[in-house]
């Protein structure tokens, strides 16, 4: 039977693993960006998911003590723990589709984010308003980007295009409201996941209208992250995530 | 020594721990140190972290135990999220410190987000005070700063963000 912290320590670690997946992804990223600028852009924002990731983390440990760390979360679950949505597993794969997923999950982040600035968990509304005020840079990065690219020449449009009919399929996922989701709104906690979806839309019309870029007519969107059921990417991710913490227990720097 | 003496000869000792990127700046200056609690040799600083993923909070914590701890306190350091940090808690002695290094103070909120966007003459450059200058880059060396270059005289420079 799961109390209410543990409905939150849940919650929270919905809200956690979004951010790690995603800011692990951009992190592969460091090195290989395709300019300097956005190599060094790219891999700042996934330092700031990782900031948030720990305050997460750390206040999940403290709500499901038996002296677990926010080490321990990170990198020692099982794959269908994980309750990240299936966008941020994404691979990289080009740099429009590496801003195709970073605009959508940014156009979904801000206003989840502005919603839990709100809640009755004071922990969760602190660690909101820290991360917001990062996000806000974030939204403005990407939509930046998917302006340059959509307006920009016949093969940046093209390659934004396409990375955006590939994706949105996986964009709706986040805004589906799971029966925990549901339970965290009715208690004042979680976010009203259909205000959120109302304000992503219209990030998604201001900016794709003003290039001419088009969404794509889907009869079925992806789903499965929030249940733990994720795409063949995650193994791969774990793989590298979890490595040095299962071959060297408890290691630190 | 008096509880006020205690807290007195703390605060002094805090002034000494510095932004570990930026050696000239106190975490003082920075408005990081927001509680020092004193109960005989145990010591407890609370800290907020300015952003999310900032490396150097860590680094910072562990100076703040150490310099405390050779001074013959028993110290714990405690970050706390809320209230949240923006630059507005940098101090004069802070921005002008922040300068001097090289580094362009933040702009008030409206100001940053127009300079952020491109707007002409709004950050003047470290090295010779010309305001012609450009934004190269919304992100910088670090994730509070962005990254300009000086028209005039050339010199590149970092600009801290505003964080509101």
Redesign the interface.
């Known amino acids: 039977m799961l109390t209410m912290k543990d409905k939150i320590a849940q919650y929270v670690l919905l809200l956690g693993d979004n951010s790690m997946i995603l800011g692990h992804r951009l992190s592969e990223l460091c090195g290989h960006g395709p300019t300097l600028?956005t190599d060094?852009?790219l891999t700042?924002?996934s330092?700031?998911?990782?900031?948030?990731v720990?305050?997460y983390f750390q206040y999940a440990a403290e709500l499901m003590g038996e002296e677990k760390t926010e080490d321990d979360i990170a990198f020692l679950r099982y794959v269908h723990e994980y309750k990240n949505s299936l966008l941020v597993e994404q691979p990289n794969k080009d740099f429009a589709y590496t801003i195709g997923r970073q605009f959508f999950f940014d156009a979904f982040h801000q206003p989840l984010l502005e919603a839990l600035t709100k809640s009755n968990d004071?922990?969760i509304?602190?660690?909101a308003?820290?991360?917001l005020?990062?996000v806000k840079?974030h939204l403005?990065?990407s939509s930046q980007w998917v302006k340059r690219l959509g307006g920009g020449t016949d093969i940046s449009r093209e390659k934004m295009q396409a990375a955006i009919d590939y994706l949105w399929p996986y964009s709706n996922e986040m805004m589906e409201v799971s029966p925990l989701e549901q339970e965290m709104l009715d208690f004042g906690i979680g976010a009203d996941l259909e205000a959120v979806k109302a304000q992503f839309m219209v990030t998604m019309n201001e900016v794709l209208q003003e290039v001419n870029l088009t969404l794509p007519t889907v009869k079925w969107f992806q789903s499965g992250g929030k249940k733990g059921i994720h795409t063949e990417h995650m193994g791969f991710i774990l793989s590298d995530l979890q490595y040095m913490q299962r071959a060297y227990p408890k290691m630190a720097w | 020594m008096l509880l006020n003496e205690t807290t007195q000869h703390i605060n002094e000792l805090l002034r000494g721990v510095t932004d570990p990127e930026i050696p000239v700046l106190s975490i003082m200056d920075m408005g990081i140190v927001r509680e020092v609690s004193v109960d005989e040799k145990d010591v407890l600083v609370k800290i907020t972290p300015t952003y999310s993923g900032c490396p150097a909070m860590d680094m910072i914590a562990t100076e703040i135990r150490f310099t405390l701890d050779q001074a013959g306190y028993n110290t714990k350091v405690k970050l706390i999220l809320s209230p949240a940090w923006t630059t507005d808690w940098i101090n004069e002695n802070g921005r002008k410190e922040l300068e001097k290094y090289g580094i362009a103070a933040p702009l008030s909120e409206s100001a940053d987000k127009r300079a952020l966007l491109g707007e002409k003459r709004m950050v003047t450059c470290t090295n010779c005070g010309s305001t012609d200058t450009k934004m190269v880059s919304q992100f910088g060396s670090t994730a509070c700063k962005a990254l300009f270059q000086c028209n005039d005289c050339f010199e590149p420079f970092d600009y801290f963000k505003c964080l509101k």
């Open positions: 600028e060094i852009a700042n924002i330092l700031d998911l990782f900031g948030q720990r305050n004071t922990q509304a602190a660690i308003v820290k991360s005020k990062e840079y403005r990065f």
